[in-house]
């Protein structure tokens, strides 16, 4: 209607304004929030800043007016969003995402903490491909088995230790936690749930996705103002190493527990053991 195309003049003519995020991606890393950016890019009421702005871990000192800046044109009723996976488990994050706005949503990807490591791993191994084993790094002392929870490989998956902190700040009713795995497997259902807590229309559905075989991911039909079928970067869906089967059993058995308290405070079971 009439709305909409001077909506989108509006737009072109440099118009609407920047505004602090309404909602965030604050985790985790290689959960799938790149896969998930992207998806939600696809909704027209949605706008994101591409690059991870790193604002409230690395540049907090740049001030919200440096951050705002960062972020795209908005016309009302629109959504500005951002995502910056390291918030998760970084300890001041909650309370400066708070003081910026209680009311801010967040979103959390999470995924097996083991595949998660592995893949974390997988991502700094391809940067630097002299770095040691994957099992080497995982144990304080191999022989009695200490897991070292120093090694952020290990330490990010710790969810629930990390949820802890966020509710210091945030009632979990403000925070959505999305399936990595489901991402994948149904990414139009996830979607949907994550379509609803940002009060935006159900318009992302199946109908913009198709599979493919060769990355193992979804892709989208139509990229965000591009009329091409878009996949993501050569970076996501790497192969990752053969792990040693008894280091991932140790590891399985390390993060039980706190996969267990993570879906009692979640009230969701994410089927990981």
């Known amino acids: 209607g009439a709305a909409g195309t001077a909506g989108t003049l509006a737009l072109l003519l440099g118009e609407g304004s920047k505004?602090?995020?309404?909602?965030?991606i604050i985790g985790v890393k290689k959960g799938g929030t790149r896969a998930l950016l992207e998806f939600l890019r696809v909704h027209p009421?949605?706008?994101?800043?591409?690059?991870?702005?790193?604002f409230f871990d690395r540049n907090y000192e740049r001030g919200l007016a440096w951050y705002r800046d960062l972020m795209p044109r908005t016309l009302e009723g629109q959504i500005t969003m951002e995502k910056t996976p390291s918030y998760f488990v970084t300890k001041e994050a909650p309370a400066r995402i708070s003081s910026m706005c209680k009311g801010t949503k967040l979103i959390v990807v999470v995924r097996d903490p083991v595949?998660?490591?592995?893949?974390?791993?997988?991502?700094?191994?391809?940067?630097?491909?002299?770095?040691?084993?994957?099992?080497?790094?995982?144990?304080?002392?191999?022989?009695?088995?200490?897991i070292d929870t120093s090694w952020s490989a290990i330490q990010i998956g710790i969810y629930a230790k990390h949820l802890e902190n966020w509710l210091l700040h945030f009632p979990i009713g403000q925070i959505l936690f999305v399936s990595g795995e489901r991402l994948i497997s149904d990414p139009a259902g996830e979607l949907g749930r994550v379509q609803d807590f940002l009060g935006l229309k159900r318009i992302i559905t199946d109908k913009h996705f198709y599979f493919n075989k060769t990355k193992g991911f979804p892709c989208l039909k139509k990229a965000e103002g591009s009329s091409k079928p878009h996949c993501l970067g050569k970076t996501k869906g790497r192969t990752h190493p053969d792990i040693d089967q008894e280091v991932v059993q140790r590891l399985r058995d390390f993060?039980?527990?706190?996969?267990?308290?993570?879906?009692?405070?979640?009230g969701q079971d994410f089927g990981w053991d």
């Open 19 to 24: 505004r602090l995020p309404q909602a965030i």
């Open 45 to 54: 009421d949605v706008r994101a800043v591409g690059a991870e702005p790193h």
């Open 115 to 146: 595949t998660r490591a592995i893949s974390d791993y997988t991502q700094t191994l391809s940067k630097k491909p002299d770095i040691p084993t994957f099992e080497s790094l995982t144990f304080k002392n191999r022989t009695t088995g200490l």
């Open 255 to 266: 993060y039980r527990p706190f996969n267990m308290k993570f879906y009692q405070m979640t």
